[in-house]
Structure formats: structure tokens, C-alpha cells
């Protein structure tokens, strides 16, 4: 597995690569989108009602897990009263415990829940974030507000260097992935891998295999769209290609 190259500068040469802890302090600290920053401060004023009196998290949100991981997880983003509230991606709503049971059963966490950041939940193995750091409107962020976010998703993939597995959470994941692929290293799989659930593609030597999930939504999960076997089952594959 070849470690990922850092991002060239203007003046062609490499910048040097950010600390795991330094690519969190920027994303906390990020400004770049407007909207969704009066958003998520709104938000976290109003509150909802079963947590009116929960302090919410507000900010954007870093991604989470084990720093020697080599199983990367790409989601969509925060949810409003989910890991906006929380400050932790996939916590703190059905979508995180049910993403949470299937890690747990493929061996990468060591419970099946995601309820608070202080909950004790540990990744072994994975590490999970997110394409856009800031809750969107209605989960729907602009195509500019992704690529905005691209830098941060650059940086916290660089500071993971034995990254082998990479299981995309829904087809914004999968995009966001292929874009920073592209972005970041000039690398444009041909043909160009099509989201599908379970879908597996391998996008070259010394590359990361790409797994694709449908997101672990409540609009996915409580239509049966999505199942806990199908989760549990991509993060089998997952777990098998790493032992191969």
C-alpha cells in the first residue's frame, strides 16, 4: 500500500502534512460556508425538543476512530440534531447506531451503539468521516459547499496513511471519494466506478479498495432499503479484504 502523497502547493512543491490533531483544529475552526454555519448555529440554539436541554456541539464536525486504521469510512455529513449536537460523526441518532451495530459485528467497534461522545464507543481498525463537516439543510448540501469541504477531507486522508479499505456511505461518499482521488493525485479510474449497494472496486495498485454502502439513513433503514445483514455484510467484505 503506497502512503498518500501530499498535496502539491502553487509552486509544485509537496506541503508538508498536517498532524492528525491539527486537521481536526481546522475543521473546528472552519468558516468556508456561510449558510451552513448560520445553519448549525441556529440549530444549536433552537434545539429540538427531546434535547432542549442538551448543550449542542454547533461547529463542524471532525472524523472519529482509530489513527492507524485501515478501513476508512466516507459519509455525508452531520446530522442536525445527530453529530451536530454531539460533535461526533454517526452519534447520537438511529443512523449512528445503526451504522455502529454493523462495525460492531465485523469486529471494528467495541459496542453496537453511538449515543454521546463520552459513551465509550472505540473504533479498532476504521476511522469515520464525513464529506461535508457542517449539518445541511434538509441533508441536502450544494455541490459548491462539498467541494469547499474537499480540503478538509484531503487533509484528514493524508494524516491516515494505512488506509486499505474505503467503504463509501451512500453515493455522496462515493463521489466525494473518487473527487478527492482526482483532486488530490490526478488519479481518474477508468471506466469510472458506479455507486451501487455492495458494489467493490478496485481502482489500481497500491490503491484502497472502494466498497459502497446505501446510507445508513432512517429514510433508507426504516423502509428496509437498507437492512442490518446488508450492513453487517459490507463490513464483513471489508474485514476480508483487509486479512487478504
Not at 454547533?58 to 476512530?65: E, M, Y
Request: glycine share 8%.
Amino acid at each position: 500500500m503506497r502512503s498518500s502523497p501530499a498535496a502539491p502547493r502553487a509552486d509544485g512543491r509537496a506541503r508538508p502534512l498536517m498532524t492528525l490533531a491539527a486537521v481536526h483544529d481546522a475543521i473546528v475552526g472552519c468558516d468556508d460556508c456561510g449558510r451552513l454555519r448560520s445553519y448549525c448555529a441556529r440549530i444549536a440554539q433552537e434545539k429540538k425538543a427531546a434535547h432542549r436541554n442538551d448543550t449542542y456541539w454547533g461547529r463542524p464536525v471532525p472524523g472519529f476512530g482509530d489513527a492507524t486504521a485501515r478501513l476508512l469510512l466516507v459519509g455525508l455529513a452531520p446530522a442536525a440534531h445527530g453529530a451536530n449536537r454531539t460533535g461526533r460523526v454517526f452519534t447520537g441518532d438511529g443512523s449512528g447506531d445503526f451504522l455502529a451495530a454493523g462495525l460492531h459485528a465485523a469486529g471494528f467497534a467495541n459496542i453496537a451503539t453511538s449515543r454521546s461522545a463520552d459513551d465509550g464507543l472505540t473504533l479498532r481498525d476504521a476511522y469515520i468521516l464525513a464529506a461535508v463537516r457542517c449539518a445541511p439543510p434538509d441533508n441536502k448540501p450544494t455541490p459548491d459547499e462539498i467541494a469547499r469541504c474537499r480540503r478538509h477531507l484531503t487533509a484528514e486522508i493524508a494524516a491516515l496513511p494505512r488506509v486499505r479499505v474505503v467503504v463509501a456511505l451512500g453515493k455522496i461518499g462515493h463521489d466525494a471519494y473518487l473527487a478527492y482521488l482526482a483532486e488530490a493525485h490526478g488519479i481518474r479510474p477508468r471506466p469510472r466506478p458506479a455507486f451501487a449497494h455492495a458494489a467493490e472496486a478496485h481502482l489500481g495498485p497500491g490503491l484502497p479498495v472502494l466498497l459502497d454502502s446505501y446510507h445508513p439513513s432512517r429514510q433508507n433503514t426504516n423502509t428496509k432499503k437498507l437492512t442490518p445483514d446488508m450492513m453487517r455484510s459490507v463490513f464483513l467484505r471489508a474485514r476480508a479484504l483487509l486479512e487478504q
